[in-house]
């Protein structure tokens, strides 16, 4: 029980004490008992009766008062033990506050000490710092000083001495030269001898190691001229059969999936990607812009202009679907230049018959009208996957590739060749950009018609170098009275113009490519072994990056 319940115990208790030792002595009850004895002794038992009623009313209205008077004291007491609570609370919380406020005054004051006495320290040191600096600076000025005096000092010894060493070396110059003159001179008329005879003994060697070297020259070119013009065949063989090939499969993809847009009402455009396959599921084409913004069903409008005009089999309606995404130039969404990647995701497996898995799928890209064909497939549940990157030049860029295009052709149909980069360099160049179109045409034709006549100069120089080559080899014939080495040497010039067959190695490697069904191009490295151990052929392109079995395929255009 708390102290307040034990107060108030002790108080009704003594209140309830205290009336009964009220009742028992107050003196209205005395002067009636005195009363009542010293009258007629109890005169009568009705009266004794009344007197006994009024006493017990009169106790009772005690009792009464008696209680009212506890109920307000107790209400006081409460209030004013309420009030004494508040007081104290508030006496404390004042007290708190002021100790608080104590408190912080002094942490204050503390703090301004610490300030006062960092702010003091910090100026000792910086002021102590400063004094040393300056010691040091004075000491470095003083040490410079005195190495000056000591470089000049020594400086001034050793032009001396090199003037000495100079004048010293100087008669024992001239004293040499006039010995090696005359040495020379005795040095020079043994040589002269010497090589007189030497020359007359190289003369004839030389005769001699000319025809054997000649000899050795011609059948080395005949060998080289058979294989590289075999080579040479072979490789364009090859890669015309190559080009027929991939351009009719080009050709026959790009046929279908133009087939497939016009079916569904595509969109079409300098830069295109389109994705086409053969049964019924869903497939999703993502397409990242150079911006970082994806192209996708759920985005199909990027701020850059790229659309996503056509989504496929959503629900499974079509066995030859296609979905395309654009920049459609016509509406003035150029697609701006940088790198493009596109991601292929199998959304969703249809339960339809013609809809297994793995699903096979083509992706056309129309760079600004070079047509690229990947090939891959996805199982549903595969991660989506990226497929190719490509860079798309900048709008001006492409606009001057079509330009240069336009005019290439025209010189085309005119019978002249135009070098189409250096027409794109010259219309992307600043000074060119604002030049009217027939300007522009007579600064190429001036550069065509001098780059024809620099060929014809060197055409005619190389011309007089193999006439006067030839002529050379045939007055050293007719000098060393030798017919044989004339008519070798007409014969290594004509060899320079045949087309030889190709050694055995050629046609070895060409026959192991043919069965690997390897591709063939310009530059090309190939690895051949004779054992069924494991090579692994690495490339290094001139950017750095290698190409090997983890890397089949370079920036650059490298392909293993």
């Not at 408190?103 to 204050?108: C, N, V, Y």
């Not at 860079?391 to 290439?408: G, L």
């Not at 980069?421 to 018609?449: F, G």
């Not at 080899?473 to 320079?496: I, T, V």
């Amino acid at each position: 029980m708390e102290l307040a319940g034990w107060l108030m115990v002790g108080l009704l208790s003594g209140s309830f004490f205290f009336g009964i030792w009220y009742i028992l002595i107050r003196e209205d009850t005395k002067k009636d008992l005195r009363r009542q004895i010293g009258g007629s002794s109890f005169a009568s038992s009705n009266r004794a009766a009344a007197n006994f009623g009024a006493a017990k009313s009169a106790i009772d209205g005690k009792l009464a008062e008696y209680q009212v008077f506890m109920r307000d004291n107790a209400q006081a007491l409460e209030a004013r033990r309420a009030q004494l609570e508040a007081q104290k609370l508030a006496e404390e919380k004042d007290r708190q506050q002021r100790l608080m406020q104590a408190e912080m005054e002094k942490q204050e004051e503390l703090r301004r000490e610490e300030e006062r006495l960092a702010a003091e320290r910090a100026a000792r040191i910086a002021a102590q710092e400063e004094a040393d600096r300056l010691e040091q600076e004075r000491l470095a000025l003083e040490e410079e000083a005195k190495r000056r005096e000591e470089e000049e000092a020594r400086r001034a010894e050793e032009e001396r001495q090199l003037r000495e060493l100079e004048d010293k070396l100087k008669a024992e110059e001239e004293e040499r030269k006039a010995a090696e003159e005359q040495r020379q001179a005795e040095e020079e008329a043994r040589r002269l001898e010497e090589e007189r005879i030497a020359e007359e003994a190289r003369a004839r060697q030389a005769a001699e190691e000319e025809m054997r070297r000649q000899e050795e020259e011609l059948q080395r070119q005949r060998d080289l001229a058979a294989a590289e013009a075999q080579r040479q065949a072979e490789i364009e063989a090859q890669r015309l059969e190559e080009e027929r090939k991939a351009k009719a499969a080009s050709d026959q993809a790009r046929l279908e999936l133009m087939e497939r847009l016009k079916r569904e009402g595509a969109k079409t455009g300098d830069v295109q990607i389109s994705l086409m396959w053969n049964n019924y599921n869903d497939l999703d084409l993502h397409v990242v812009a150079p911006s970082g913004e994806r192209i996708h069903g759920g985005n199909r409008k990027s701020a850059c202009g790229g659309e996503l005009d056509v989504d496929a089999n959503v629900r499974p309606d079509s066995k030859k679907p296609v979905e395309n995404v654009v920049w459609d130039d016509s509406d003035g969404n150029e697609a701006p230049g940088g790198i493009y990647k596109v991601y292929v995701h199998h959304y969703k497996k249809h339960n339809k018959r013609g809809a297994k898995d793995p699903t096979s799928f083509k992706i056309m890209v129309n760079n600004g009208g070079e047509y690229l064909e990947y090939e891959d497939e996805l199982n549903f549940g595969d991660p989506i996957k990226l497929i190719c990157e490509f860079e798309v030049d900048p709008p001006h860029v492409r606009n001057a590739k079509k330009k240069a295009a336009k005019i290439a052709l025209e010189a085309a149909e005119r019978g002249e060749s135009v070098d189409l980069d250096e027409l794109t360099t010259q219309i992307l160049d600043p000074e060119n950009l604002n030049k009217p179109q027939t300007e522009l045409e007579v600064v190429q034709e001036q550069e065509r018609e001098a780059s024809v006549a620099e060929e014809n100069r060197a055409a005619e120089i190389e011309e007089q170098r193999m006439h006067e080559e030839a002529r050379a080899q045939r007055e050293e014939a007719n000098k060393l009275r030798h017919e044989e080495a004339e008519r070798q040497a007409e014969s290594h010039l004509q060899k320079l113009t045949e087309n030889p067959l190709s050694p055995k190695l050629e046609k070895e490697w060409k026959n192991r490519m043919a069965k690997s069904n390897g591709n063939s191009g310009e530059i090309q490295i190939s690895l051949i072994w004779d054992n069924l151990n494991d090579l692994d052929l690495h490339v290094f392109a001139p950017s750095g990056e290698k190409i090997d079995v983890n890397n089949r395929q370079s920036e650059c255009g490298g392909i293993l």
